[in-house]
């Protein structure tokens, strides 16, 4: 016996609001959303910063910049070590973390003649070209866009890691050198001729910045280039300069700098060589900053200190994130988020403060 379908009828009124959770339930399933990025366990940060995990399994980033185009550059080492630097390009408007085993990748290989690593990296924001610093070496190589490598500047006595090579917004390179009996050993090239002006035995600091457009004869021979800094001494005052292992260039064309004791100076085109403030003591090795357009300094302290400190205009010091692991390159996007590489876990973080 068949049964006669119901002809009830149920009022729209009482089923609207069913359907409507109903729909909008199945619209949320049906629509992909980016996945957020991972909190990061472990890591200790000032109140109101979140970290958040940005690339895993890159093989030992080192330094961190952005191109032109918003991409995260990251250089690092490479697993194996095989050779002189490997470049990664990363898109971080998607969604993170991204995993870099198998991303794209520029492999720069040991030249036949030279062997030290690529340690330092540095963008020209109107061109998009990377320039490459050997750690403990004595040149800076330009990347251009279209992939070609060349040698921009020699004749350096020892040039560290970190963020010892900068490009101003003139598109100037800068380059930070240190003169020592020790490091006289170390040059390819004699002895700067434009330290002359110093008097004989001048112990101490060097800072170039030179041009590398309109026409310039490449590679640029620091050697024979009067430095920045110092200039015109003949002795200088006080008790010798420590060496300088960090600068980054505001947009103002006035240098930060770091020292090897964490003394912060700012040298500007009128007052000279100016002590700001110093971070807490500590061995500072590979020490890797960058500046914002306000004048805030970042400071990513390397394997001994793994701290990341924030130094205001004024020179008051902060400190934004600690228990890194081996903190390297640093880098800060548009919205004020602070990338840091953390070299000794592959990977590289995203510091976000509150709004």
Do not use: C
Request: net charge positive.
């Amino acid at each position: 016996m068949r049964r006669k379908a119901s002809t009830r009828r149920f009022r729209l009124s009482r089923l609207g609001p069913v359907a409507a959770i109903l729909g909008a339930a199945l619209v949320a399933l049906a629509t992909p959303r980016a996945a957020r990025p991972e909190a990061v366990p472990g890591i200790v940060t000032a109140a109101g910063i979140t970290a958040e995990l940005v690339v895993t399994d890159i093989g030992r980033p080192i330094q961190l910049a952005f191109d032109p185009a918003g991409r995260l550059l990251v250089l690092g080492h490479g697993r194996r070590g095989d050779a002189a630097g490997e470049i990664h390009r990363f898109d971080v408007t998607r969604a993170l973390p991204i995993d870099a085993e198998h991303a794209p990748r520029v492999l720069i290989p040991f030249s036949e003649a030279r062997k030290p690593t690529l340690g330092s990296l540095a963008v020209d924001a109107r061109t998009g070209d990377l320039y490459l610093g050997e750690e403990n070496g004595n040149r800076v190589y330009r990347l251009a866009t279209e992939s070609r490598l060349a040698a921009v500047a020699v004749g350096l006595r020892h040039l560290v890691g970190g963020s010892s090579i900068a490009v101003d917004s003139d598109g100037r390179l800068i380059a930070l050198d240190f003169a020592s009996p020790e490091t006289e050993g170390r040059a390819e090239t004699p002895p700067p001729r434009g330290l002359e002006v110093l008097g004989t035995g001048y112990q101490g600091p060097l800072i170039f910045r030179v041009a590398l457009g309109d026409g310039a004869a490449l590679p640029r021979r620091l050697d024979l280039v009067p430095p920045l800094f110092p200039r015109g001494w003949v002795s200088p005052p006080g008790e010798p300069l420590t060496r300088l292992i960090a600068v980054a260039a505001r947009q103002d064309g006035t240098l930060m700098l770091l020292d090897s004791l964490g003394e912060v100076f700012r040298l500007g085109n009128a007052e000279g060589l100016t002590r700001l403030t110093r971070l807490p003591s500590g061995h500072y090795q590979r020490t890797s900053v960058a500046v914002t357009p306000a004048g805030t300094l970042f400071v990513s302290t390397g394997f001994h200190v793994r701290r990341l400190f924030r130094v205001t205009p004024e020179g008051a010091v902060a400190t934004i994130a600690s228990e890194l692991g081996d903190p390297g390159g640093v880098v800060v996007d548009t919205e004020g988020r602070i990338y840091v590489a953390e070299t000794a876990l592959h990977r590289v973080i995203r510091l976000v403060p509150a709004r």
